[in-house]
C-alpha cells in the first residue's frame, strides 16, 4: 500500500533563521567555525570535530557535541543551526521504494529516490539541478524547465535527509540500507560539475558518511568535455544516458547529440580514467516499442561498444501522461537482451521501481509538478 506524508503549504513562508552547517564541505566548515569566533589556529580541529557529529552521527542538536566545550556550542548555536531542507512530501511505494520531495526555497523544490535491494544493500538517486535543460523526448524529468543548479550542500543534504529517514545514524558498515549513490536523479550532473565534486567529497569521506566513490555512479546525457574531467576529479563510475546507436535517432531522443555526436562521445569514454574490466561503464538504453528495439539496434550496439569495457542497463519505458512513447514488449526486450549477452556483455534488464508513485528512471516530479499545478489554479 502507498503511504505519503504530506505537509505542503503553498501559503508557508521560509524561516529566515541562521544557516545551517549539514552539507557544507570541509573547507567551508572550517570557516564557519572562524566567523563563528574560534581562532584561526582552532579552526580546523573544531571543524573536523564537528565535521564528525554532523557526518558520522548525523547530529541534529549541538548539545550532542560533547567534546566542544559548551560555550563554544552555545556560539555555534547563535549563529547557525544543523537543520536539512523541508520534506514536502514523503511517499513510500508498495515495493519499498522510498521518494523524497524536498524543498531548498520558495518555488525551489527536487526529488530523491531511495530504491532497496540495488548493490550491495540500496541506491539512493539524487538530484544535480532542479529542472532540467537537455529535453530529452522520453524522459518527463527532462521537460521541466530549468530553474538552477543545486549546491554540494544541496546535494549532500538529500542523502542526510534519506539517512534519517532509514534511521542509519551512526555510520556503520554494518547492516547499511544505502550503500550506493547515484547521481541519475533531477538535471544533467556534467553541467554542475562542481558541486556534484564537492558533494562526492562530502559524501565519500571516510570520518563521515563514508560510502566509497567506487559505489557512486555519474550519469551523464553525453556533455563530451566534462567526462574525462569527472573521472579526474571525482573517480567515481560513469554512466552514460545512450538510447540509439545511431545519431539520427539519437539526435531525436537525446537532443544534445546534435551538439555531441556518438562518434565523440565514444571517444570521451575511451578516455575516461581508469577504464578498465573492473571500472566499467554503464550503458543506460531506454527500451521504446517500435523505436530502438530491434534485432538489429542490438546488433549494432554490441558492434558501438566493441573494444569498451561496459554493461548495459536495458530500461523498460517508464509511462508518464500524454508520452508520445510506449514500452518494448517484454518478449522483444529479452531478445535484445540475448543478443547483447551472446556478445560477452551484461545486459540486465532493470526492475521497474517506485512507480505508483512516480519513483522510476524519467518521472521525477512529473506528478508533484502535476499536483502543484492543480493546487495554484484551485
Not at 529566515?16 to 580546523?44: F, H, I, N, Y
Not at 553525453?222 to 574531467?229: A, C, L, R
Request: charged residues 25%; aromatic residues 6%.
Amino acid at each position: 500500500m502507498t503511504s505519503a506524508l504530506n505537509i505542503y503549504d503553498p501559503s508557508a513562508k521560509p524561516d529566515a533563521g541562521p544557516p545551517s552547517l549539514a552539507g557544507l564541505t570541509r573547507p567551508q566548515l572550517r570557516d564557519a567555525m572562524m566567523a563563528a569566533g574560534v581562532e584561526e589556529r582552532k579552526a580546523k580541529m573544531r571543524a573536523d570535530q564537528a565535521w564528525r557529529w554532523i557526518y558520522h552521527h548525523g547530529a541534529r542538536d549541538f548539545d550532542m557535541m560533547t567534546n566542544i566545550a559548551k560555550d563554544q556550542r552555545a556560539e555555534l548555536e547563535k549563529h547557525y543551526t544543523l537543520d536539512r531542507p523541508e520534506i514536502v512530501e514523503r511517499l513510500i511505494s508498495v515495493d519499498g521504494t522510498r521518494k523524497y520531495l524536498i524543498r531548498l526555497a520558495p518555488g525551489v523544490e527536487c526529488e530523491t529516490v531511495f530504491i532497496p535491494d540495488v548493490g550491495r544493500a540500496g541506491a539512493l538517486c539524487v538530484s544535480s539541478q532542479v529542472g532540467c535543460t537537455l529535453n530529452c523526448t522520453f524522459c518527463h524529468t527532462g521537460t521541466q524547465k530549468l530553474v538552477r543548479n543545486l549546491t554540494a550542500q544541496e546535494i549532500a543534504a538529500q542523502v542526510m535527509i534519506a539517512r534519517d529517514d532509514l534511521e542509519e545514524w551512526p555510520t556503520s558498515n554494518e547492516n547499511r540500507q544505502i550503500t550506493n549513490i547515484v547521481f541519475m536523479g533531477m538535471g544533467e550532473p556534467l553541467y554542475n560539475l562542481d558541486a556534484v565534486s564537492d558533494a562526492i567529497d562530502i559524501i565519500s569521506d571516510g570520518d563521515g558518511i563514508g560510502i566509497g566513490r567506487r559505489r557512486m555512479t555519474v550519469s551523464t546525457s553525453g556533455v563530451v568535455p566534462k567526462i574525462p574531467e569527472l573521472g579526474e576529479r571525482t573517480k567515481a563510475m560513469l554512466a552514460i544516458s545512450l538510447h540509439a546507436t545511431n545519431d539520427d535517432l539519437r539526435n531525436e531522443l537525446v537532443p544534445l547529440n546534435r551538439k555531441y555526436p556518438i562518434a565523440e562521445l565514444m571517444e570521451a569514454i575511451k578516455a575516461y580514467p581508469g577504464l578498465g574490466n573492473s571500472n566499467r561503464v554503464t550503458f543506460e538504453y531506454v527500451m521504446l516499442k517500435g523505436v530502438n528495439d530491434s534485432p538489429a539496434e542490438a546488433r549494432a550496439l554490441v558492434q558501438l561498444l566493441k573494444g569498451v569495457p561496459s554493461k548495459i542497463n536495458l530500461i523498460p519505458f517508464n509511462p508518464w501522461p500524454n508520452s508520445p512513447y510506449e514500452c518494448s514488449d517484454w518478449e522483444t526486450i529479452e531478445t535484445f537482451a540475448e543478443i547483447v549477452n551472446r556478445a560477452g556483455y551484461a545486459s540486465p534488464i532493470r526492475t521497474p521501481r517506485g512507480r505508483d508513485i512516480f519513483a522510476a528512471c524519467g518521472q521525477l516530479r512529473s506528478e508533484s509538478e502535476r499536483l502543484r499545478a492543480s493546487q495554484r489554479k484551485s
